[in-house]
Each structure stands twice: as C-alpha cells, then as structure tokens.
C-alpha cells in the first residue's frame, strides 16, 4: 500500500520556521523525484519545491527562493522542507507528491502519489 505522510505544519508567527516532512512507503522512493506543493483557500494548487530522485538537482518557485530548501533521505524514504522567513501568504496546506520524471517536476497530471497534506498557518 503506497503512502505519503506529511507532518509538521502547525502555526507560526511570521518570520518563523518550519520544517515539513514526508514519509513515503509502498513505492521505490529513490526512483521518484519529490515535490512540495501548496493549496490556499480558493486558490489552485502550485509547486513550491522539487528534488530529484538522486538529490542532484532542484527546483523552487520565486516565491520562496532564497527562504525555503528541499531536501531528501533516501535511506529514511523521506523528503523534506525548510521553510524559513514564513510569510502570511505562505499559509496554505502543503502537500508532497511523487512523480517518475525529473521532467515532469511541474507537472500535476502526471504525478503518481499524493499525501493527505499538513495545514501551514503563518500570523501577521
């Protein structure tokens, strides 16, 4: 049974931190790339952050270059997210998803798994 479980999200002052996870089991985590996206209320969702399978390479939106950083533990089958200098629009439920291609990174159709998401409150 394939899963992804985020954890981590939670409310935060702005200008804060937070690290998300995600923890994903049933698949062979190291042949897919990750991804962090987010949805907020009456918004589509959008790709905050991509990693390849290997870690070599990755890729973020301008909204949260410079604040935020992906990483991945392939041994521990888990990708995570950096969020530093948090924003009020920042908040939204973030989600982390897999997909085969690198290729595709920006691609939602074609993703393969998706988890649940984790609420991300950022206070003015």
């Known amino acids: 049974q394939v899963q992804l479980v985020e954890s981590g999200g939670g409310l935060v002052q702005a200008g804060g931190s937070l690290r998300l996870a995600c923890a994903a089991s049933g698949f062979t985590f190291g042949n897919y790339a990750m991804s962090w996206f987010r949805q907020a209320p009456g918004k589509r969702r959008e790709v905050v952050a991509g990693i390849s399978s290997t870690g070599d390479n990755t890729n973020y939106a301008d909204s949260v270059k410079g604040r935020f950083t992906i990483s991945r533990d392939n041994g521990k089958k888990t990708v995570y997210l950096q969020m530093n200098g948090l924003k009020p629009e920042d908040t939204a439920v973030y989600y982390c998803?897999?997909?085969?291609?690198?290729?595709?990174?920006?691609?939602?159709?074609?993703?393969?798994?998706w988890g649940l998401g984790t609420q991300v409150t950022v206070s003015s």
């Open positions: 998803g897999a997909v085969r291609k690198w290729s595709d990174i920006r691609t939602m159709k074609n993703y393969d798994y």
